[in-house]
């Protein structure tokens, strides 16, 4: 096959554009912060802070996609996700569960506190923007040990033979 470490040969434009529409793409929704304190109406603060969670890094992914290939965009995909698959050490896990964990509640703590009134949409908007990122960074930051255990909760197992040995009428 080929080198696996290096990427297919574009031109140094083409591969610059492709990995800024991936950097991009990764950033996008932190913009979600920034537009209520742009001074836009209320719906439009809203669709742009919207735009930039939802739809604005799927197109940016696609542009990337283009701009660098099937196996350009491949091989980066891989370096990114090996940067984020090393394993967590005990203090990053904790805090990333940790993060993930007190999100609703400092999210109803916030909403309750820094917001002056339910019309004040600006401060819900940032708040609400505020909260899903950290869960993200929570997410990304406990590492592929609480993806795997996380993973392990929605698996479905059936009976156990703890179970079976407590209650012998069941089984019949």
């Known amino acids: 096959m080929g080198d696996q470490t290096q990427g297919p040969p574009l031109s140094r434009n083409r591969r610059l554009a492709g990995i800024g529409c991936l950097v991009l793409a990764t ?3 932190a ?3 920034v537009t209520p304190s742009l001074g836009l109406a209320p719906p439009v603060a809203a669709f742009a802070a919207g735009a930039c969670m939802v739809g604005g890094p799927e197109v940016l992914v696609v542009a990337a996609a283009l701009l ?3 196996k350009g965009l491949i091989h980066y995909e891989k370096r990114i996700a090996r940067t984020i698959r090393r394993p967590a050490c005990p203090a990053r896990y904790y805090a990333g569960v940790a993060l993930m964990l007190t999100n609703l509640t400092l999210l109803r703590w916030c909403l309750g506190v820094f917001v002056d ?3 004040d949409l600006k401060g ?3 708040i609400v923007s505020l909260t ?3 869960f993200v960074l929570g997410f990304v ?3 592929p040990q609480f993806w795997l255990k996380a993973w392990g909760l929605l698996l479905y197992r059936g009976r156990t033979p703890e179970a079976s040995e407590a209650d012998p009428e ?3």
């Open 132 to 134: 899903d990122l950290s």
């Open 27 to 29: 950033v996008l929704p």
């Open 117 to 119: 009134s339910p019309a």
């Open 68 to 70: 660098l290939g099937r």
């Open 141 to 143: 930051m406990a590492g």
């Open 124 to 126: 819900r908007l940032m």
């Open 170 to 172: 069941r089984n019949r």
């Open 31 to 33: 913009g979600a912060l």
